[in-house]
């Protein structure tokens, strides 16, 4: 294809890859599993993290940062924790180098730490071993605390923002005096997740429960909101865990409540990362280039100059110079495109390719007309339309756009939704039509994981809206009463 993208009907992998390294958003770091995020790619990530965190502060949070260095021991406390991550841990051992005098710069083998370092895979640990000095009291909680941050799960089989061994996120911890305020506080951080994902990515999810099998480590609940990506694979693009006491009885976080006894505190977990940009591109994007919802494009509207002197340009220019400010006066970002080291079409072909929603194209014949020609990346179509009152047309059309992506990617997730009832059916939808899969199961960790074995496919989620259903698994025909989500995923 052009642009060096190849199409993503023929190696979907390698269409994502492209996309992502093409259109200028990320590259492979010297450090394998590692990537750097480069300015467009981490312009979205800002984007992602300031409405989130205002969100987040909406609903009564703060934020905080928690070293990025945890003692092993804290891992030792919780040992169902530990266990999940155990394999994903990058271990530091010493402090210092030196020269070896041959001009090579070696670990120091006597600057061995007393104890070693696990670079953070995620905090709970830390953050408890904190919290026991913090609380006290009923008066002290609820404590509600985010952290923005980079972790490290060591990854063999890594993909640039859907699997690296280092990402970024963010980290909610919260500390309560009930189990009821913990489920709560569990419950309202998935909606906001919900909302935020359809609401700002375009993007339709499954909100639903983990099985035993797929919680989070140390979680007695684990929440999520699955998407399907347009290569009919899942991708969990959030979580939200209740802890219960676990934590607190590992680091023996107590507090006195209003009866004047001590109890455990209760807590909850959550978080997304930089894999919300790598759902945003496979829900969306087409062989031409990324598809951003206008909400989260770090150009929503480009403004390319189509002229032959510099007279037409200072012409055009001092038109969109208004343009643009009454657009940004309505929170709409603007570029003015007018560089004379590219010609128009090349302009045309690299905003496609970066998914700016919407492209103004403007000449001297426009400009004697008194319109523009306005091009949408969602449907790719152009239309000519009047200069006069052109911002709030904008302003309507980038809803619009907005609307219509998300309207796309539902009606995908519909028509790949299947509800299956026999293990034939479910085996061969899986292999021919893949996407989610609808189906009963006996409830037992022993038959989900013979299914995934037999078919690479996980329970996703049980949706919280399932409807209650009589059925017989599909693997072992023990009586169900209701369908979970299956699907292969990322």
Not at 217 to 229: F, N, Q, V
Request: charged share 25%.
């Amino acid at each position: 294809m052009s642009k060096g993208v190849i199409s993503k009907d023929e190696d979907y992998s390698q269409w994502f890859n492209d996309l992502v390294i093409k259109s200028d958003m990320a590259e492979y770091s010297p450090v394998r599993g590692c990537m750097i995020i480069k300015p467009y790619g981490y312009s979205i990530w800002e984007k992602i993290q300031a409405v989130l965190d205002q969100m987040f502060k909406d609903t009564g949070h703060s934020n905080a940062y928690f070293p990025l260095l945890i003692p092993k021991s804290f891992f030792s406390k919780e040992a169902s924790h530990v266990d999940g991550f155990a394999k994903e841990c990058a271990v530091v051992t010493h402090y210092r180098l030196k020269n070896d005098g041959n001009g090579n710069i070696i670990v120091d083998e006597d600057a061995k730490l007393e104890e070693e370092l696990i670079i953070r895979p995620t905090s709970e640990t830390i953050i408890w071993n904190t919290y026991k000095g913090w609380i006290q009291s009923y008066r002290d909680l609820p404590i509600l605390v985010n952290q923005w941050a980079n972790v490290m799960r060591w990854e063999m089989r890594t993909r640039l923002f859907l699997r690296t061994s280092e990402f970024l996120w963010q980290e909610g911890h919260t500390a309560h005096a009930t189990s009821e305020e913990a489920v709560a506080e569990t419950e309202q951080m998935l909606n906001v997740y919900a909302d935020f994902a359809e609401n700002w990515m375009a993007l339709p999810v499954v909100k639903g429960r983990k099985t035993a099998n797929e919680r989070f480590a140390g979680a007695l609940d684990t929440y999520c909101i699955e998407a399907l990506m347009q290569d009919g694979k899942a991708l969990q693009a959030g979580t939200s865990h209740f802890l219960g006491q676990n934590f607190a009885k590992a680091f023996d976080v107590k507090f006195t409540n209003k009866e004047n006894v001590q109890d455990f505190v209760w807590a909850t977990s959550w978080g997304v990362s930089t894999r919300l940009i790598g759902a945003l591109i496979m829900a969306h994007s087409d062989d031409a280039g990324l598809v951003l919802p206008p909400k989260l494009a770090p150009i929503q509207v480009v403004v390319v100059p189509i002229y032959k002197h510099d007279e037409e340009l200072d012409n055009i220019a001092a038109y969109v110079a208004g343009l643009t400010k009454e657009l940004k006066a309505k929170g709409i970002s603007v570029k003015f495109d007018k560089r004379d080291t590219h010609r128009p079409g090349a302009k045309f072909a690299e905003y496609e390719l970066k998914g700016v929603p919407l492209r103004v194209a403007i000449g001297s014949r426009d400009m004697t007309n008194g319109t523009v020609e306005l091009a949408r990346r969602d449907t790719k179509t152009k239309e000519t339309v009047n200069q006069e009152g052109l911002a709030q047309h904008i302003e309507a059309l980038l809803d619009e756009i907005q609307n219509n992506i998300y309207k796309k990617a539902f009606d995908f997730r519909a028509e790949n939704t299947t509800e299956v009832d026999t293990y034939d059916e479910f085996k061969r939808m899986l292999d021919e039509e893949p996407g989610f899969l609808s189906a009963h199961w006996d409830g037992t960790p022993e038959t989900e994981q013979k299914i995934k074995e037999e078919t690479k496919a996980t329970i996703r989620c049980i949706p919280l809206d399932n409807k209650q259903e009589e059925g017989k698994c599909i693997l072992t025909g023990a009586p169900s009463k209701q369908r979970v989500l299956f699907a292969r995923a990322y």
